[in-house]
């Protein structure tokens, strides 16, 4: 069952279902539930298509949200789901300066000349190259990743170094090919949490050096990708480039960044992946993971952890870590 944290703005949308019953998509305000399923003269079976529909659908969300004679549910109860199943998953690389630094460092070969600041002084030199340069590093994710963002993590029995990464995920709302970055956010309906959990120890193909890395097996596994709890309205943030990211762990804050850091915008990455790609409504774009990853802090995850990971005005999701059973 959910545990409220407040989002911004007067909604936000999720999905939901009663004990037994079939997700519907659903408006929250404040503690309480509607069904737009029911509400909606689109009657939309789930997120996605609230999403389809979204410039003409945002105006009557507002005002079903200051409707109180409709059939109304307390949050309480309901389970929530991630609140939309996606098509195409676009996930940001190396977007944090801070965070690609540790990984430079962490990752430096033990007859590495450098020192530690020479490593860092260096891969800033490229980062500043590639921000120059409007080069986004973006891959794809598959789908069947997501989960809820109160759902178990299966821990899988290959994965020996599983890491978290909490990021901001932009929701986008209608078509966009070939958009540009000036027009880009026009093509968002809203942000929402996700967690792109990485297996460290299968980044890279040991056996083949020069294919690089391997994101299908260390980023792919089911239930990698913890979405939500909501989506609020992109209108109700009114920076996403100054959001506070926290992940914890158990407990202790391990990430604690602002997307300041990154270095390329929601606007920059929409648009470079519309250069090539189709996004479609109810696509994720996430924006790549701050500084402190479990690869920084010496500690990776295990059987019993629990993660508690939130982002400014959008709520929090909390996650706890299975062992595979054989």
Not at 166 to 181: G, Y
Request: with cysteine; aromatic share 6%.
């Amino acid at each position: 069952m959910a545990t409220l944290v407040q989002s911004a703005g007067p909604f936000a949308l999720g999905t939901f279902s009663l004990p037994d019953r079939e997700p519907f998509p659903g408006l929250l305000v404040k503690d309480r539930v509607l069904h737009l399923g029911k509400s909606l003269a689109s009657a939309p079976s789930g997120m996605r298509a609230v999403l389809e529909r979204w410039e003409e659908t945002l105006p009557v969300l507002h005002t079903l949200a200051n409707e109180d004679a409709l059939e109304w549910r307390p949050l309480d109860g309901l389970r929530v789901h991630a609140p939309v199943e996606p098509r195409q998953i676009f996930q940001s690389g190396a977007n944090y300066r801070q965070h690609v630094i540790d990984l430079e460092v962490a990752h430096r070969s033990p007859d590495d000349p450098r020192t530690v600041e020479e490593a860092r002084a260096e891969i800033a030199a490229v980062m500043d190259r590639r921000a120059a340069e409007d080069l986004p590093y973006v891959f794809i994710g598959l789908p069947s990743t997501i989960a809820g963002p109160y759902d178990d993590v299966v821990l899988p029995s290959w994965a020996k170094k599983p890491d978290w990464e909490l990021e901001l995920a932009a929701v986008i709302a209608k078509p966009a090919h070939r958009v540009s970055v000036e027009d880009a956010i026009e093509y968002v309906a809203g942000y929402t949490i996700a967690n792109d959990l990485t297996d460290r120890a299968t980044v890279f193909r040991r056996d083949m050096p020069a294919i690089g890395t391997d994101w299908l097996r260390s980023k792919n596994a089911p239930g990698f990708t913890p979405l939500g709890p909501w989506i609020v309205p992109a209108e109700s943030i009114a920076d996403p480039g100054d959001l506070r990211v926290t992940l914890k762990l158990n407990g202790d804050t391990m990430q604690d960044e602002s997307t300041k850091d990154m270095l390329f915008g929601i606007a920059r990455l929409v648009s470079y992946i519309s250069q090539t790609s189709r996004l479609l409504p109810g696509d994720l774009v996430l924006t790549g993971s701050p500084a402190g990853n479990g690869i920084h802090w010496g500690r990776l995850l295990r059987d019993g952890d629990v993660m508690e990971g939130s982002i400014t005005g959008l709520g929090a999701q909390r996650t706890r870590c299975v062992e595979e059973k054989s």
